[in-house]
C-alpha cells in the first residue's frame, strides 16, 4: 500500500513538474524602432475652430517605457494648406491641441487641403485630404426614447433605441459614420456634460445611392438633469472609416484569441489620420 | 458535359482494348502476411523476365495481364521475405501469396526486391513504416503518428508539442484525415499535444503533399490516409503497453479461423485518476476535478469467400475536462462543469473481385465529431443548467474500382457521396428560479460528391503518365457548385534508379475551419461553403527526381513545388471565435461569415529527403526551403504577408539503429526557422473623431503599433530527442522496455512571446516555454 502511494506522489509530481512552463526575457533580436510622431486631424466646413492633435509614439521596449501617459507634443510647427495659400496652427495649452479659427482659414466642401508636421529631431510628418461635397440631405431618426426619473430618485435613468436612416450620395467610396451624443448637466458641479455613446460606420460598397438604415441601442445612468440628445451623421472619406474601423476593432475587451489589429493611418512618416468630413445633426430635446 | 462524355469515352476504350488483347492472360490474387493472412498493401509484384509489375492496393489485391509466355514473378514486401514464382503463362491464373515476416537486419534486398521511388509516378507522397513510429522517441512517450509525419520535409509542426501539420503552407484545416475510408475531423488529444493515432491498430500511414491522384479530393494541401489492421486470423495475439500518462492494451484473432478476425486496441490515460485520492484529501469540500482521454479502435471482417470479403471498423475516442465543487451553506450545493469532445467513425466495407481484372470496394461510411459545455449550479433547492454543442457529422457512400486491362494500363474509378451536418452551436438554458428554459440550436445540411477516374499508365519503358480527372459537387443552402479537378503526373526514367517526375493538380474544399490557433482546440469550427464564403481551391504544380540506391538501400528524393491558394479563410483582426454568439452595433447576432475575410496564398520551396526504410540503421534526412505569403484585402491593409507558419529553414534528422536483437536506440532532431508573428512595437494615444462633443477631437485612444501582420520572427526551434529500447524475447511473449528523453538538451524554445516587465519597470519581450529535457519511461508486453 505505501509503494502505491509512493507511486501516486512521484507520478503526480513528474506529471506536474514535465507541465510546468518557464518564463524568461526572450533571447531574440527585437526591432530597431524609433518615436514618431501621430497626428489626429478632422477638417469639416461646419468647424468654427480647426484643430489637430500631435502625440509622440514611444517604442514598446525602449528603455524605462513603463506605462506613461502620453503627453502631447506641443513644440511642433503644424501648417495647413489648400489651393489658396496656407496657415501655421498654434498650440492651446488648455486644450493640447494646435488650431487656428475657421474665419482665418476656412474650410470648403470639396476642396483639397495639406497638412505638414514638423518637430526637430523627426522627419516631417505629411498627410492631404479631401473635404467631401455634401452630407446626404435626409438623415432622419425615429428615436424611441425612455427616461425613468422614479426608480432612482436625482439619479434619471436615459434609454433610447434610435433607428436611423439615410441615402448614400451617388458615386461609389463614400463613407459615413453615426455617432449619438448625450447632453446633460451635472447639478453637483455645476457644469454641462456630454458623452458620446455610440458610434456605427458605413461604407457604400454594393449599395451606391441606396437607402441606408442602422440602428443604435443606448442607455446612461446620470445625476443631474437630461438636456438633449443629438446623432450626428458625418460623411467622410475612405481613410476615415479605415483609421476608425480598424482602431475600434482593435478594442476587443482583451479577447486572447483576437487577431491583432493594424491601426490604419495616411500619414507620411508618422501614425494617425488627417481627413476632411462633412457633418449633418438631429437634436432631439429631453 | 463534353468531360463527361470524355471521361466515359476513355473507359470504353479501356474496356475494349482489354477485350481486343486475346493472346494475353492475367495473373490476379491477393498478398497476404504468412500466419495472421493480414492482407499487405503496397506489395511490388515485378516479371523478371520483361521487367514490368504492379503493386497490391489498399485490400493486398493485384492484377498483372501478360503475355503467354514463361514468367518469373517475385513478391516483395519491406520486412518480408519475397517470394519468387515461375510458371507457363497458358490461362489467366489466380495467384494467392502469404509472405512471411522477418527480422530486417537478415534480409538482403535485390534492387528488384526493394521498393522503390524512381519507378513510381506517384510524387510527393511519404509512406512511414508502423514499426518505425513505434521506434522513434516521443514526448512524454505517447508514440503518435502525426508528430512523425511533421518530421517529413514539406510538413511543418505548429506550436511546440502540437500535434497539429501544416502541408506546403497549407493549414491544418487543409489535410484530409482518413481513418479506414472516415474522415476525421478533429485529430486531437488534450488540446492538440497528442494526436488520435497511437499506431498499435494501423496497417499503413501515407502522405500525400502533392500531385494528388484524382481519386483524392475535399481537401487542398495533404492526404493523410491510415489503414487499420484487419487482425490476425489464426492466432489470438495482444500487445499492452504502461506509458507515464496512459496505458494501452491491443488484441487480435481470430473469429472463424482462417475467415475472420477481429483487432480492438484501447488506450486511456489516467492522470485523473492518480490524482483523485489527492484531491480528495487536500479539498475539505469535497471538490474534484480532473481530465481524461481515450481511444478504441475496433475492426472486424469476414471472408466471405474468395471474392468477397466485409470488413466493420470504427473509432471511438473522447477528451473530458471537468470538475465539481461543493458550495453555499446547503449540503446539496453543487457547481459541476465539465468540456467534452470526441470523434467516432464507423465504416462498414464491402471487397468485391468482379474477375481478375477487376476489383471493387463499397464502404458505408459514418464519422462524427462534438464539443460539449456543460454548467449546472445547485443553490438553496434552485438550478441552473446550460449546455452547449457544436460539431459535424457526416454520412457516406463510397464506390471505387480498380480495374487493370493490361500492363500498360492502372485504371481507377468511383464517386463519393456525402451528406454533411453541421452543428455550428447549440445549446439549452434550464433556469428553475426564473423559470427560464431556452433552446436553440442551428443545424446547417450540405452534400458533398465527387466522380472520377484515373489512368496510371505506362506509356514507354521510360515515360509513365497519371492522368485523372476528378468532378466534385457541393450544394447548401439552395448554392450548388460544380467544379472539375484535372490532375497529372508523370515519371521520365532518366537511367537506372533515377527518375523525373512532375505532377499538376487542382484542388476544391467545401469546408472551412474556424481557428484563431491553429493548433488543434476542441473550439475549433468547421462551416461549409456557403453563398457569402466560397469554398477554397488551389493549383500546384511539382517536380524533381527520384533516385534509388540499393546498394546502400537509400532513397533519394528532391523536389520543388510552386502552389496558389483562393479563397481561403481567416478571421479579421479583431475577431475570434469567442465572439461567435455576440451581436454587432445594430443588436443583430454575429455570424461567423461577418467575422471571416477571403484572401489567397503563394506557397512554393524545395525539399530534399535521403530515406533508409530497412537495414540495421534506418530514419532518413529531410531539409525544406519555403516560402508562404498570404493576402486578404481586409488584413495587413490588403498588403502580403507572412503566413505565421512560413518557416524559411527546417531541418528533420531521424535515426533509428538496431544495436542487436535486444537493443535499439533512436534519435531526431529538428531545426526551424521561428514563426512569423505580429509583435506590438509601439504605443501612442490619438483622439478619434467625436462630432456633437465640445471637443470635437474626443478622448484619446491609446493604440498599439505593431508594424507589418507577421513581420517578427520568433527565435527558431531546435530540439534532440534520444531514446533506448530494450527487448527481451519470453517463452510466448516479448517485452520492451523504453528509456527516453524530449528535448535532451532541454532548449527552451519560445511558446508564446508576451509584454512584461523587468524588475526596474522597464518593458521586455518575455517568452514561456512549455517543455524543459523531460525523461519518460514505458513498458511494452506483446504476446
Known amino acids: ?13 513528474f506529471v506536474l513538474l514535465s507541465f510546468t512552463s518557464c518564463e524568461r526575457n526572450a533571447d531574440v533580436d527585437l526591432p530597431e524602432v524609433k518615436p514618431k510622431l501621430a497626428l489626429s486631424c478632422f477638417i469639416s466646413p461646419q468647424d468654427t475652430i480647426v484643430r489637430a492633435y500631435v502625440t509622440q509614439s514611444i517604442p514598446i521596449f525602449s528603455l524605462g517605457s513603463s506605462s506613461q501617459p502620453h503627453q502631447p507634443v506641443n513644440n511642433a510647427t503644424v501648417t495647413l494648406s489648400d489651393a489658396n495659400g496656407s496657415a501655421q496652427l498654434t498650440y492651446n495649452p488648455v486644450n493640447g491641441h494646435y488650431e487656428i479659427p475657421a474665419t482665418s482659414f476656412p474650410i470648403q466642401a470639396g476642396q483639397s487641403y495639406r497638412i505638414t508636421v514638423q518637430l526637430q529631431g523627426f522627419p516631417t510628418l505629411e498627410a492631404t485630404t479631401n473635404v467631401p461635397v455634401a452630407v446626404p440631405s435626409d438623415f432622419s431618426v425615429n428615436p424611441q426614447i425612455t427616461v425613468d426619473t422614479t426608480s432612482f430618485p436625482g439619479f434619471p435613468i436615459f434609454e433610447a433605441e434610435l433607428e436611423h436612416q439615410f441615402t448614400d450620395l451617388t458615386g461609389t467610396g463614400n463613407y459615413y459614420m453615426v455617432n449619438t451624443v448625450f447632453n446633460w448637466t451635472d447639478t453637483l458641479m455645476g457644469i454641462d456634460q456630454q458623452l458620446d455613446l455610440a458610434r456605427v460606420l458605413y461604407n457604400d460598397s454594393d449599395r451606391d445611392g441606396e437607402l441606408i438604415r442602422g440602428r443604435q441601442s443606448v442607455g446612461v445612468n446620470i445625476q443631474g438633469s437630461m438636456n438633449n ?20 476593432s482593435g478594442n476587443n475587451g482583451g479577447d486572447p484569441f483576437s487577431e491583432p489589429t493594424l491601426v490604419y493611418s495616411n500619414v507620411t512618416n508618422g501614425f494617425g489620420i488627417f481627413a476632411g468630413c462633412n457633418t449633418t445633426r438631429i437634436i432631439i430635446p429631453l | 458535359m463534353k468531360k463527361k462524355i470524355s471521361l466515359l469515352a476513355l473507359l470504353c476504350f479501356c474496356l475494349l482494348a482489354a477485350q481486343a488483347q486475346q493472346s494475353k492472360f492475367t495473373i490476379s490474387g491477393t498478398v497476404r502476411e504468412a500466419g495472421s493472412l493480414e492482407k499487405l498493401p503496397g506489395v511490388t509484384v515485378a516479371n523478371l523476365r520483361a521487367r514490368t509489375g504492379t503493386a497490391t492496393n489498399n485490400y493486398g489485391f493485384y492484377s498483372l495481364t501478360l503475355p503467354s509466355d514463361t514468367v518469373e514473378l517475385i513478391y516483395s514486401y519491406v520486412g518480408y521475405s519475397p517470394v519468387k514464382k515461375k510458371f507457363l503463362l497458358r490461362a489467366d491464373t489466380i495467384i494467392n501469396i502469404d509472405l512471411g515476416v522477418v527480422e530486417l537486419q537478415t534480409v538482403e534486398i535485390s534492387a528488384e526486391q526493394q521498393e522503390s521511388i524512381s519507378d513510381n509516378t506517384q510524387m510527393s507522397q511519404i509512406s512511414i513504416p508502423v514499426e518505425q513510429i513505434k521506434q522513434i522517441p516521443a514526448l512524454l512517450g505517447e508514440k503518435d503518428v502525426l508528430k512523425v509525419i511533421q518530421l517529413m520535409p514539406g510538413v511543418q509542426k505548429g506550436q511546440e508539442g502540437s500535434s497539429g501539420f501544416y502541408v506546403r503552407g497549407g493549414g491544418p484545416d487543409q489535410n484530409l484525415i482518413i481513418l479506414d475510408d472516415a474522415t476525421v475531423y478533429n485529430a486531437f488529444h488534450l488540446f492538440g499535444f497528442f494526436s488520435l493515432f497511437n499506431g498499435d491498430a494501423l496497417k499503413s500511414v501515407e502522405l500525400t503533399k502533392g500531385g494528388f491522384p484524382a481519386r483524392y479530393g475535399g481537401r487542398l494541401s495533404s492526404v493523410l490516409e491510415m489503414q487499420m489492421k484487419d487482425g490476425d486470423r489464426q492466432k489470438y495475439h495482444g500487445e499492452a503497453g504502461i506509458g507515464l500518462i496512459s496505458s494501452r492494451l491491443m488484441l487480435e484473432g481470430p473469429i472463424l479461423k482462417g475467415k475472420s478476425s477481429f483487432i480492438v486496441s484501447g488506450r486511456r490515460t489516467y492522470i485523473d485518476v492518480l490524482s483523485i485520492p489527492f484531491q480528495k484529501a487536500f479539498n475539505e469540500d469535497g471538490g474534484i476535478g480532473g481530465y481524461f482521454f481515450y481511444d478504441l479502435n475496433a475492426k472486424a471482417n469476414y471472408e466471405i469467400n474468395s471474392k468477397n470479403t466485409l470488413y466493420l471498423s470504427g473509432y471511438f475516442g473522447r477528451d473530458k475536462f471537468y470538475a465539481r465543487v461543493k458550495s453555499g451553506l446547503n449540503s446539496d450545493d453543487e457547481f459541476r462543469a465539465s468540456l467534452a469532445w470526441g470523434n467516432a467513425t464507423g465504416t462498414l466495407r464491402w471487397n468485391h473481385i468482379w474477375n481478375s481484372r477487376l476489383f471493387s470496394n463499397s464502404s458505408l461510411i459514418f464519422t462524427n465529431y462534438n464539443l460539449g459545455i456543460s454548467q449546472r449550479e445547485e443553490f438553496g433547492g434552485d438550478f441552473f443548467e446550460l449546455s452547449y454543442n457544436s460539431g459535424i457529422r457526416d454520412y ?5 474500382f480498380d480495374f487493370v486491362p493490361n500492363p500498360k494500363h492502372y485504371i481507377r474509378f468511383g464517386l463519393l457521396a456525402t451528406y454533411h451536418q453541421f452543428r455550428p452551436s447549440a445549446f439549452v438554458i434550464k433556469d428553475s428560479y426564473s423559470g427560464q428554459f431556452e433552446e436553440k440550436a442551428r443545424l446547417i445540411e450540405a452534400w458533398e460528391a465527387g466522380i472520377y477516374a484515373e489512368d496510371d499508365w505506362t506509356v514507354t519503358s521510360r515515360l509513365k503518365v497519371n492522368m485523372g480527372l476528378r468532378l466534385s459537387y457541393f450544394t447548401t443552402q439552395k448554392k450548388n457548385y460544380w467544379r472539375p479537378e484535372p490532375r ?8 537506372e534508379n533515377l527518375s523525373l517526375k512532375a505532377s499538376w493538380a487542382i484542388m476544391n474544399q467545401y469546408l472551412h475551419l474556424l481557428s484563431n490557433t491553429g493548433i488543434g482546440l476542441p473550439t475549433d469550427l468547421w462551416v461549409p461553403a456557403t453563398r457569402r464564403v466560397s469554398p477554397q481551391r488551389s493549383w500546384q504544380a511539382a517536380a524533381g527526381l527520384a533516385h534509388d540506391i540499393p546498394k546502400h538501400k537509400l532513397m533519394v528524393s528532391l523536389e520543388g513545388y510552386y502552389k496558389r491558394s483562393f479563397d481561403i479563410i481567416g478571421y479579421k483582426e479583431g475577431a475570434s471565435f ?6 454587432n452595433e445594430n443588436g443583430e447576432p454575429v455570424n461567423w461569415e461577418d467575422n471571416v475575410t477571403a484572401g489567397q496564398a503563394w506557397s512554393y520551396g524545395v525539399e530534399f529527403m535521403v530515406q533508409r526504410k530497412f537495414g540495421k540503421f534506418t530514419g532518413w534526412i529531410g531539409y525544406t526551403l519555403s516560402w508562404t ?44 526557422t521561428g514563426n512569423a508573428i505580429t509583435l506590438p512595437q509601439a504605443e501612442y494615444s490619438l483622439p478619434i473623431h467625436s462630432p456633437g462633443t465640445p471637443n470635437p477631437q474626443g478622448v484619446s485612444w491609446f493604440v498599439t503599433d505593431y508594424g507589418d501582420k507577421n513581420s517578427f520572427r520568433m527565435a527558431p526551434y ?13 517463452k510466448r511473449s516479448e517485452r520492451t522496455f523504453e528509456l527516453s528523453a524530449y528535448n535532451v538538451y532541454s532548449r527552451l524554445n519560445p511558446f508564446f512571446y508576451y509584454v512584461g516587465y523587468d524588475r526596474q519597470g522597464n518593458r521586455r519581450l518575455r517568452q514561456i516555454s512549455l517543455f524543459p529535457v523531460i525523461p519518460s519511461v514505458s513498458w511494452t508486453w506483446k504476446f
Open chain 2, 396 to 400: 457516406s457512400f463510397k464506390h471505387d
Open chain 1, 1 to 13: 500500500m505505501k509503494r502505491i502511494h509512493s507511486l501516486y506522489i512521484v507520478a503526480a509530481a
Open chain 2, 718 to 730: 531546435h530540439r534532440l530527442d534520444i531514446g533506448v529500447q530494450f527487448h527481451k524475447k519470453l
Open chain 2, 488 to 495: 497529372v503526373a508523370a515519371r521520365y526514367i532518366l537511367r
Open chain 1, 229 to 248: 440628445v443629438g446623432i450626428w451623421l458625418t460623411a467622410s472619406n475612405y481613410d476615415y472609416y479605415e483609421f476608425h474601423r480598424t482602431l475600434l
Open chain 2, 578 to 583: 469567442l465572439a461567435i454568439g455576440d451581436v
Open chain 2, 629 to 672: 505569403q498570404f493576402q486578404f484585402d481586409s488584413l495587413n491593409f490588403g498588403r502580403k504577408f507572412y503566413a505565421r507558419y512560413d518557416r524559411r529553414h527546417d531541418i528533420s534528422l531521424v535515426g533509428i539503429y538496431k544495436l542487436n536483437d535486444h537493443i535499439t536506440l533512436s534519435a531526431t532532431w529538428v531545426y526551424g
